[in-house]
């Protein structure tokens, strides 16, 4: 009589086998899925903050034709401005997670403005995480921009920013 205990021993391994391939699989399909609240989405911007008013007028108008200008920020995961690194920047507050509005002494209507992911230089010893990073005008304002961060699957999260405007 054929020995029953290896036959079952194998047919226990083959379907535990098979229940990692099904669950594996079901993992990889799923990665990719929206999970929820964690997934980017556009952000309506809030109402500028009563601190923030006292920033939103500025003097003084685009530069003269044919002359451009640049400021520009370098601003650190809590909302602070390394000010030996930024220029012309009065204003930098941490809104949420990965939400922030920075404000400058000049109209940056007119301008282009780029913002990437970096560290000041006090903690240049650190690499910054990796990360994502948007940029657009602050609502209502002339002289603002509004940044947000994520890390690298689209979530919102706290890093630091280097932002430029030529205008």
Request: net charge neutral.
């Amino acid at each position: 009589m054929p020995d029953l205990r290896g036959v079952g021993v194998r047919v226990a391994a083959w379907l535990a086998a098979l229940l990692l391939l099904v669950v594996g699989m079901a993992s990889i399909a799923n990665a990719g899925a929206d999970t929820g609240s964690d997934a980017w989405k556009p952000a309506v911007q809030p109402p500028v903050s009563g601190k923030a008013l006292e920033h939103v007028d500025v003097v003084g108008g685009p530069s003269a034709q044919g002359v451009r200008e640049t400021v520009s920020a370098v601003i650190d995961p809590t909302g602070a401005i390394a000010f030996g690194q930024s220029y012309e920047v009065t204003y930098a507050n941490r809104i949420d997670v990965g939400t922030y509005e920075v404000f400058f002494g000049k109209d940056i209507t007119k301008g282009t403005y780029a913002a990437t992911i970096g560290v000041a230089a006090l903690l240049a010893a650190n690499e910054s995480p990796p990360g994502l990073i948007t940029v657009a005008p602050r609502v209502g304002t002339k002289n603002g921009l509004w940044i947000r961060t994520f890390d690298p699957t689209g979530k919102s999260a706290d890093r630091g920013f280097h932002t430029i405007v030529q205008y």
